[in-house]
């Protein structure tokens, strides 16, 4: 709890750089995927949250391919000496490929975090071409993808930002964490913080970079305990991301989970959940 919160606020601190990019790509058949799923080149990358890793994203990934829906091609390790490595493998012709993105550091300050998946996504498109791009993350991993877009919106080296899934983002820092009203009434309440953190304030300021046309799947957990949080993150900072993107976005959708598998470890293994995120992305 103590790390996260200097993770949210202390934004600051030094980067470490990208020294170095390595690519060991193997030859594969790309899978056929079922027809039911809209079939296009938009790559899906997926990021963890802080104290996550490859963990922590398997389970939805692993769910969109055995649906059919879509197709693991690269995993992207940062490591700490500033390489970054992709392994798998490309093909210009595949469909709905899916990326992992892995930080050997999981506890970096959130700059750090923003930076490196901002150089990730430099790569995908100077390397392999990728154009448009879904990003689905889990808890900081939420914040780290909403941040970038925020900070880098008007880059022209990144691909276009298509759709976003964030699930039990903790984007207003741990306020709300202990809020006594019922789960009735919180879900009735406007998702305009009642504090701003200073995270969140600075998020703020640039609203307006954030790119045109996202559509946005916002998982939000409760398990129930009578204080309105999924074990970490409360409930009304999970849906503050709807007041900072508020009339920026070209759809917002909002999924609200309770109980013991909407704990905040959970609800990325949540097979609804995975199976809402196949949905809204494919």
Same mark, same amino acid.
């Given at each position: 709890?103590?790390?996260?919160?200097? =993770?949210?606020?202390?934004?600051?601190?030094?980067?470490?750089?990208?020294?170095?990019?390595?690519?060991?790509?193997?030859?594969?058949? $790309?899978?056929?995927?079922?027809?039911? #799923?809209?079939?296009?080149?938009?790559?899906? %990358?997926?990021?963890?949250? #802080?104290? /996550?890793? $490859?963990?922590?994203?398997?389970?939805?990934?692993?769910?969109?391919?055995?649906?059919?829906? $879509? +197709?693991?091609?690269?995993? %992207?390790?940062?490591?700490?000496?500033?390489?970054?490595?992709?392994?798998?493998?490309?093909?210009?012709?595949?469909?709905?490929?899916?990326?992992?993105?892995? @930080?050997?550091?999981?506890?970096?300050?959130?700059?750090?975090?923003?930076?490196?998946?901002? +150089? =990730?996504?430099? +790569?995908?498109?100077?390397?392999?071409?990728?154009?448009?791009?879904?990003?689905?993350?889990?808890?900081?991993?939420?914040?780290?993808?909403?941040?970038? $877009?925020?900070?880098?919106?008007h880059d022209h080296r990144l691909p276009t930002l298509n759709k976003?899934?964030?699930?039990?983002?903790?984007?207003?820092?741990?306020? /709300?964490?202990?809020?006594?009203?019922?789960?009735?009434?919180?879900?009735?309440?406007?998702?305009?913080? =009642?504090?701003?953190?200073?995270?969140?304030?600075?998020?703020?300021?640039?609203?307006?970079? @954030?790119?045109?046309? =996202? +559509?946005?799947?916002?998982?939000?957990?409760?398990?129930?305990?009578? #204080?309105?949080?999924?074990?970490?993150?409360?409930?009304?900072? !999970?849906?503050?991301?709807?007041?900072?993107?508020?009339?920026?976005?070209?759809?917002?959708?909002?999924? @609200?989970?309770?109980? !013991?598998?909407? !704990?905040?470890?959970?609800?990325?293994?949540?097979?609804?959940?995975?199976?809402?995120?196949?949905?809204?992305?494919?």
């Amino acid at each position: 709890m103590i790390g996260a919160t200097v =993770v949210l606020i202390g934004a600051g601190g030094g980067s470490t750089k990208i020294t170095k990019v390595t690519s060991q790509l193997v030859p594969h058949r $790309a899978k056929t995927l079922r027809n039911q #799923y809209q079939k296009s080149d938009t790559a899906t %990358v997926f990021l963890h949250g #802080y104290n /996550g890793g $490859a963990y922590s994203t398997n389970y939805l990934i692993n769910k969109a391919e055995k649906a059919g829906a $879509a +197709q693991k091609a690269l995993v %992207v390790h940062v490591y700490k000496n500033g390489v970054m490595g992709f392994k798998g493998y490309w093909e210009k012709s595949m469909k709905n490929p899916m990326v992992q993105i892995v @930080f050997q550091d999981s506890h970096a300050s959130q700059k750090t975090q923003v930076y490196w998946l901002h +150089q =990730v996504l430099v +790569q995908l498109k100077s390397k392999y071409g990728v154009t448009k791009y879904n990003a689905v993350g889990h808890s900081l991993g939420s914040n780290d993808i909403v941040n970038q $877009a925020l900070k880098y919106g008007h880059d022209h080296r990144l691909p276009t930002l298509n759709k976003v899934v964030t699930i039990a983002g903790p984007f207003d820092g741990l306020t /709300g964490y202990l809020n006594a009203e019922t789960e009735g009434r919180v879900k009735q309440l406007a998702a305009k913080p =009642v504090r701003f953190t200073r995270h969140f304030s600075e998020m703020l300021k640039y609203r307006k970079n @954030f790119p045109k046309n =996202v +559509q946005l799947l916002n998982v939000v957990g409760d398990t129930n305990n009578g #204080y309105n949080n999924d074990g970490y993150v409360g409930v009304a900072s !999970a849906r503050s991301v709807s007041y900072l993107l508020r009339d920026r976005l070209a759809g917002y959708h909002e999924e @609200f989970y309770s109980g !013991a598998k909407a !704990a905040h470890c959970a609800l990325n293994q949540n097979p609804k959940v995975a199976q809402s995120m196949i949905e809204f992305l494919w």
